[in-house]
Structures are given as structure tokens and as C-alpha cells.
């Protein structure tokens, strides 16, 4: 189970920045996960309250926003949803898909005491 893994680096960054500012608890950890970044949300939320407890993250929300798998005809400029991971322009018929997000996998903010 990667999530498990990526849990334990969330951690890291949110005790990190929560040592550096000198925080007593951590509240919320905010995270941008793209579309076709591979994660499954429950088992990172789960994973997520495992590893918390016994930390100042223990009983910290994750608010997860998540990011659409988006593209770029490298043809005629069109940018659009990636849909079942076809990377054919629907448009043009011609051109390929260049990615512009969804595969982010970040924090992006913390809240702290």
C-alpha cells in the first residue's frame, strides 16, 4: 500500500513546518492530488490517521482538493478534460495530448496552533 508511504511523507512535511514555526497542533493538511496521480483517497485518509496518532497531527483533517486530468493538442491548441486516458485530441483527431495537470501529488497549506 504506497499510501501508507505517502501518508508518512505528509507527516514529515506538516511536523517540519510545525517545528519550525514553533506550532502545539496541527489542525488541517491541505493536498492537491491529480487525477491520474494513482492515489486512492480512502486509503490515504486512512493511512493518514494511523500514522497521526501520538503526533500534533493526531486527529488532523486532510482536505483533499483534487486536480482534473487536463491537456494540450500539440496540433490545435485546445486544451480540455482527459477522458479515460485517451491522449487523442477529440477536436483535431490529430494532435496529442500534452499534459497540463493531474498528476500533482503536494501539500498545499497547513493549519496550525
Known sequence: MHEMALAEGILKIALD?????????????????GEMSGVELEALEFSWRLIAQGTLAEGATLAIKKIPLRGRC?????????????????WCKDGVLT???GREMQVEYLEVD
Do not use: D
Open 17 to 33: 513546518y510545525a517545528a519550525e514555526n514553533e506550532a502545539s497542533k496541527i489542525n488541517e493538511v491541505g493536498l492537491l492530488i
Open 99 to 101: 499534459l497540463i495537470s
Open 74 to 90: 500539440s496540433k490545435c491548441g485546445q486544451e480540455m478534460h482527459i477522458e479515460h486516458y485517451n491522449f487523442w485530441c477529440p
